[in-house]
């Protein structure tokens, strides 16, 4: 049975920092695409940060650029989001999500269209807050 998890979410200050864990089990993360997206208080689900596996293009929301960082470790079968400089903004659940037909030829706008994905995980809590 094809299954995303994520770990890593927890209580942080402002400023301070947290890393993500994407674990896929069932399926291979090799050759997919893979979002993170997040979903604060009474908003809207929204893309984080996006990695291809196929091309390595990696994409970011305005928002988090420079302060996040995505990467993947094909050995454990793992996507991560390494997140710094936290803001109380960030706070929500963060999802990660596969996309199977994700290609070279994909454009970029497409990372953001959840209808795209075709796993969810059941997310994790992250809180910044003094």
């Known amino acids: 049975q094809e299954q995303l998890v994520e770990s890593g979410g927890g209580l942080v200050q402002p400023g301070g920092s947290l890393r993500l864990s994407c674990a896929a089990s069932?399926?291979?993360?090799?050759?997919?695409?893979i979002g993170w997206f997040r979903q604060a208080p009474g908003k809207e689900r929204e893309g984080v940060s996006f990695?291809?596996?196929?091309?390595?293009?990696?994409f970011y929301t305005d928002s988090v650029k420079g302060r996040f960082t995505i990467s993947i470790d094909n050995a454990q079968n793992t996507v991560y989001l390494q997140m710094n400089s936290l803001k109380p903004e960030g706070t929500g659940v963060y999802y990660c999500?596969?996309?199977?037909?994700?290609?070279?030829?994909?454009?970029?706008?497409?990372?953001?269209?959840?209808?795209?994905?075709?796993?969810w995980g059941q997310g994790t809590q992250v809180t910044v807050s003094s």
């Open positions: 069932g399926f291979t993360l090799d050759g997919s695409g």
């Open positions: 990695i291809s596996t196929r091309d390595g293009r990696i």
């Open positions: 999500a596969a996309d199977r037909s994700w290609g070279v030829t994909t454009i970029e706008p497409m990372w953001l269209q959840e209808w795209r994905y075709d796993y």
